[in-house]
Every structure is written in structure tokens, then in C-alpha cells.
């Protein structure tokens, strides 16, 4: 038998979903062993279909709630509804996801010595008073909000991934994650890239919420897949927290003009309330990525914004 070193067992929470499903297709195609366990609140098999038939694949159903049995070498934590409507849906359950969820991957990445990576969010930064955000700020959150559920439940989640690092010596990694697009996002998940691209596809108005001055920055999944792949090769005791994310700002205004030249049609701008608690601005310092990593967002607004409106295209029949 012919043993590759660099090859782990992987297990991969959330990894039915937009960013798992991305991430398992990826540790696969470096010869890893892959196990991908999912709840299917909001992922879907579909999202892996095509990864079934490969022998190094498991899916497993599964809720992280729970507490879980399996021999893994490293573990990337990633189970948690990410859109705001569908964290808000059941908003306990979302913070027990996060926070049962962190304990009992941290339990297992204690008992089986596994490396174990948090997916966290630039969420943990709430309605930011310093821009860009760098990791060394620690956040404007409003704790009782509708938003507190996932923003807490994160907050919440760093904290265990902190205090089991200084208290058991776990090897952790903790990315903090910034808005990040592309194929199999869940077109009906009220996120605005897939909302902009789905109602432009079906020649309905686009929603902007508030005035549409509010900022973003979209960073494409292949860049951020990149992204997570190198933070989990860094030394031990590299930590983070760690900002991923594309530094290129834009307020939702500019993101619908963009969406519609791309996808052409009729649509018009129709304006809704802003939801409350909804961040004004939102930029990721990713300076500490760059010196660490060596990494930085390659995929242009266009191109990824391409890639992605011909998945739309395709699963809407458009
Ligand atoms: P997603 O909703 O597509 O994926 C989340 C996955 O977790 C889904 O497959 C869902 O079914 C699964 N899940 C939810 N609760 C679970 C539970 N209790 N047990 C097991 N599985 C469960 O979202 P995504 O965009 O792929 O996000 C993945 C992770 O990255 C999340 O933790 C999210 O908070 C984080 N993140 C994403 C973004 C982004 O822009 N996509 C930004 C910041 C952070
Ligand atoms: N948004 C919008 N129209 C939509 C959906 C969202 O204008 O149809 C806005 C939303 O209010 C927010 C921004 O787009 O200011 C990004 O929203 P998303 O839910 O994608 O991510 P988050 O707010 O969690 O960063």
C-alpha cells in the first residue's frame, strides 16, 4: 500500500452548503479523504451529487448539536445557516448550531488531536465603527437584535475555540469569513448577490433595502476555498482570528447596476425598509492574510459575477 503523508481524513460540518460543498469538491481533488456532514437545513445532497460515486467521499447526516464519534486528522467547522433569513428562521437553534456545534467539534478535535478550523464572519464586528476592520478590532454588537442570534452564537463560538486553545492546547484556525458569492448559493436565501442575480434573471425588480448606499465586499468562493486551504497549512499556534474576504468595496447601488449590464432585461431599483441592525459598511483588512498566507483575491466583480449568473441561468432555466 502506497501512503501519501499529506493525506488526511477530513471532516468537513456544513459540507452540503454553498462554501462546504465547495470546500469538500477541493480537499477531494488533493487526494484527501473527505467526510461531509450535514443536517440539510440549507444544504442540499444536490450540492454534492456529484462527489457520491468518489470512493474517498462519506456524506453523513448529521446535526452538530450532537455530540459526534469519528476518527478524523483535522476538522473545518463550517455548519451554521449564514443568511440573515434563514439564521433568523429558528434563531435558537441557529445559536446552538453555533455554539453546541463549536463544543462538540472542539471535544472531538481535542480527543482525536485533529487541527480544527471555525468558519466565523466579519458578523463578530456588527455595525463596524472602524473601517476597514482589521482583526485587532473588537466589534459594535448589538446583543438582543435580530441578528444577535448568528452574530452572538459566533462571537460566542471564538470565545470556546480561544479557551480551548489556551486551556487544552488545541491546534485552532479561526477565519473570519466576509461576504463571499458564487455558484450553488441557495437562490431563494435573501442574500443580496443571489437576490440581484435571480430577480434580474426572471425580469423582476431588483430590492434594494434602505437608500442602497450601504457597503459590501464580495469576495468570489475560489478565492476564499484558496483562502481557507493555506490558513489550515500554517504552523501550529498560528491562530488567527483571521479576516478572509475581497477588500473591493461597493454600496448595493453599485451592485445592481453591475448585476443588471450583466444579466441585461428590464428590471428597475425598487426600495424596501432596511432591516434593522443592517451594517452600513463593511470592508475586510486583509493585510495579516496577505504577510501570513501570501494570498489575496485573484477573481474580478465581473468574472466572478459571470461564473455565477450562468449557475443561476442553468438551475432556474432562465
Ligand atoms: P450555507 O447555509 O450554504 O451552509 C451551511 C451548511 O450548514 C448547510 O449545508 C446547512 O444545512 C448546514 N447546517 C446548518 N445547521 C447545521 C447543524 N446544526 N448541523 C449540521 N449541519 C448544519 O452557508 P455558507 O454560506 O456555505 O456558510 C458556511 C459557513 O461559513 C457558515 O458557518 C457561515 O456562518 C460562514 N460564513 C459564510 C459567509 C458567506 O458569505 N457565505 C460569510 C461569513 C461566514
Ligand atoms: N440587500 C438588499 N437587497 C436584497 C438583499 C440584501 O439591498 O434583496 C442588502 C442588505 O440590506 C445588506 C446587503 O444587501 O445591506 C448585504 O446583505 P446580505 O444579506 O447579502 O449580507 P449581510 O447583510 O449579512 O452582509
Redesign the pocket.
Known amino acids: 500500500m502506497i501512503i501519501n503523508p499529506q493525506k488526511t481524513r477530513t471532516l468537513v460540518?456544513?459540507g452540503?452548503?454553498?462554501?462546504?460543498s465547495h470546500l469538500c469538491e477541493r480537499l477531494l481533488s488533493e487526494g484527501h479523504d473527505v467526510i461531509c456532514?450535514?443536517?440539510?437545513?440549507?444544504?442540499s445532497k444536490g450540492n454534492v451529487a456529484h462527489l457520491i460515486n468518489n470512493p474517498h467521499f462519506e456524506l453523513m447526516r448529521?446535526?452538530?448539536?450532537f455530540p459526534l464519534y469519528v476518527e478524523v486528522d483535522q476538522i473545518y467547522n463550517?455548519?451554521?445557516?449564514?443568511?440573515p433569513i434563514?439564521y433568523q428562521y429558528d434563531p435558537v437553534q441557529t445559536t446552538k448550531?453555533s455554539v453546541h456545534?463549536a463544543i462538540n467539534m472542539l471535544g472531538l478535535a481535542k480527543r482525536t488531536k485533529a487541527r480544527i478550523f471555525q468558519?466565523?464572519?466579519?458578523?463578530v464586528y456588527g455595525d463596524p465603527e472602524v473601517h476597514p476592520q482589521p482583526e485587532s478590532y473588537w466589534g459594535k454588537v448589538n446583543p438582543i437584535g435580530i441578528r444577535s442570534c448568528y452574530d452572538e452564537g459566533?462571537r460566542c463560538a471564538e470565545t470556546l475555540f480561544f479557551d480551548y486553545y489556551r486551556q487544552h492546547n488545541l491546534d485552532i484556525k479561526v477565519a473570519r469569513?466576509?461576504?463571499?458569492y458564487g455558484p450553488r448559493m441557495?437562490p431563494n436565501?435573501g442574500r443580496v448577490v443571489s437576490n440581484f442575480i435571480v430577480q434580474a434573471l426572471k425580469g423582476e425588480d431588483i430590492t434594494i433595502y434602505g437608500d442602497g448606499q450601504q457597503t459590501r465586499s464580495f469576495c468570489y468562493v475560489d478565492d476564499l476555498i484558496e483562502g481557507f486551504i493555506r490558513f489550515m497549512e500554517t504552523e501550529s499556534g498560528f491562530t488567527g482570528p483571521l479576516n478572509m474576504g475581497n477588500p473591493i468595496e461597493m454600496t448595493m447601488l453599485v451592485l445592481a447596476e453591475k448585476v443588471i449590464n450583466l444579466v441585461g432585461g428590464k428590471s428597475k431599483l425598487v426600495f424596501h425598509p432596511l432591516p434593522s441592525d443592517d451594517p452600513k459598511q463593511r470592508q475586510p483588512d486583509i493585510r495579516l492574510a496577505k504577510e501570513k498566507l501570501a494570498w489575496e483575491p485573484k477573481v474580478t466583480l465581473d468574472d466572478g459575477l459571470r461564473e455565477t449568473v450562468n449557475y443561476f441561468r442553468k438551475i432556474l432555466n432562465a
Open positions: 460540518t456544513g452540503a452548503g454553498f462554501l462546504g456532514l450535514d443536517n440539510f437545513f440549507t444544504g448529521h446535526d452538530v448539536t463550517l455548519a451554521c445557516p449564514a443568511s434563514h448550531t456545534g468558519a466565523s464572519t466579519s458578523e459566533k469569513i466576509f461576504n463571499t441557495h436565501d
